[in-house]
């Protein structure tokens, strides 16, 4: 096989017995879920009658498990790094077909551990974010900063966190119209904290092509398009700080992201969707934000679906990066953004299933509609 993986157990290398008996490995990646991996694992009665890898030191609970891919000619990239939390043993009369199934979660797991009562005071949204990460000897990510809340202050709105560590800044995250996440690059245990928004700006890291009879690592693509989201939103509310009975608002029909394609959700729609919105804020610009997150979770109204071969492709597809589709017409080729990755491993092959969104659509055909006798004008 042109790939390889490395599978690190309580941080040594996997044997190559491990590797041998290894039924399947699945890893998920999600731009804005904690990252899984799945183990499947043969077992058998030894002498003194116990089930093989049922008490291995290196799967039992809070274990660390890491692994990383090096595609063909690419470089090494850290796709999981987490910890063993569940066991699910399945035997049959004779152990002919019983199966050991390990499932884990990334490290973000260890920021669940304990719910707290803290109220933050006079800190940005992006403060408590990087506080919170470096508790956990996480590195923060340079752009966390980017498109920050106002600080909030005690003449306004402070910060009461009535959660664990993580769903506080999951919390967070969504009422900026951020991501957060731990993601790792290379090398396993050498963490950073993301709290920013998609970075739509950055250039395709690959190219998926239907028609390349050379280049080809896909075998189909599967879109499609929901309209019924909300283009615009009219936001008000009443402040503290500000003794006006009208208090301000935050009318907004643009997200704040840009767009990956030619036409947005309003204009492929060719009609406005507004919702209302109040929430505690301290001043109109924390409304605008409020406002804007509303429209960024519901501008991916675009998504692609398919499967990689690894092989094939000679790259790792990333959650959080942007590449480009060919080959499926005016409307649905172009740039998206990578929302989830489905790793499959075995011995013999490595498939990746993704779920790619875009908020955005291309322009209309050249021709005006679809091309005579070609469905879909493909």
């Known amino acids: 096989m042109a790939n390889t993986f490395r599978l690190i157990l309580n941080g040594t290398d996997a044997d190559d017995a491990f590797y041998t008996e290894l039924s399947s490995l699945e890893v998920e990646e999600n731009a804005d879920l904690?990252?899984?991996i799945q183990l499947s694992l043969p077992v058998d009665r030894s002498d003194d009658g116990e089930v093989t890898y049922v008490s291995d030191d290196r799967l039992q609970p809070f274990a660390s498990i890491a692994v990383v891919v090096t595609p063909d000619g690419g470089n090494a990239e850290c796709i999981f790094d987490g910890?063993?939390?569940?066991?699910?043993?399945?035997?049959?009369r004779g152990t002919t077909a019983s199966t050991l199934k390990v499932w884990g979660q990334d490290f973000t797991w260890q920021m669940n551990l304990e719910e707290k009562v803290k109220e933050w005071v006079d800190v940005t949204d992006s403060d408590v974010a990087n506080a919170i990460f470096e508790d956990y000897g996480i590195a923060a990510a340079a752009d966390n900063a980017d498109d920050d809340s106002p600080s909030h202050t005690e003449d306004g709105f402070t910060l009461m966190q009535r959660a664990s560590d993580i769903q506080f800044l999951r919390t967070l995250a969504r009422r900026n119209g951020k991501l957060c996440r731990i993601s790792c690059a290379g090398t396993p245990g050498k963490r950073t904290g993301i709290f920013s928004r998609p970075n739509?700006?950055?250039?395709?890291?690959l190219t998926l092509d239907l028609n390349d009879p050379n280049g080809w690592a896909v075998d189909s693509l599967d879109f499609e398009w929901d309209v019924t989201r909300p283009t615009s939103v009219d936001a008000r509310q009443a402040l503290f700080t500000d003794s006006d009975e009208d208090g301000v608002g935050a009318s907004t029909s643009d997200s704040g992201l840009t767009l990956l394609d030619a036409r947005s959700l309003?204009?492929?729609?060719?009609?406005?969707t507004t919702v209302l919105l109040t929430a505690p804020v301290n001043d109109a610009r924390e409304l605008t934000l409020?406002?804007?997150s509303v429209l960024r979770e519901a501008g991916w109204f675009a998504r692609c679906e398919g499967e990689a071969d690894v092989a094939r492709l000679k790259a790792i597809l990333r959650a959080g990066t942007v590449v480009a589709v060919a080959g499926a017409g005016s409307l649905?080729?172009?740039?998206?953004?990578?929302?989830?990755?489905?790793?499959?491993?075995?011995?013999d092959s490595h498939k990746m299933k993704f779920t790619l969104v875009r908020n955005a659509v291309?322009?209309?055909?050249?021709?005006?509609?679809?091309?005579?006798?070609?469905?879909g004008g493909l």
């Open 34 to 36: 904690p990252g899984a």
């Open 83 to 92: 910890l063993v939390l569940t066991h699910k043993l399945h035997l049959e």
């Open 200 to 205: 739509l700006k950055a250039d395709s890291v």
């Open 266 to 272: 309003a204009a492929f729609a060719g009609t406005s």
């Open 290 to 292: 409020r406002a804007q």
């Open 332 to 347: 649905n080729s172009g740039k998206y953004f990578v929302w989830s990755v489905r790793h499959t491993m075995t011995a």
């Open 362 to 375: 291309g322009p209309p055909p050249s021709s005006g509609g679809a091309v005579p006798g070609v469905v």
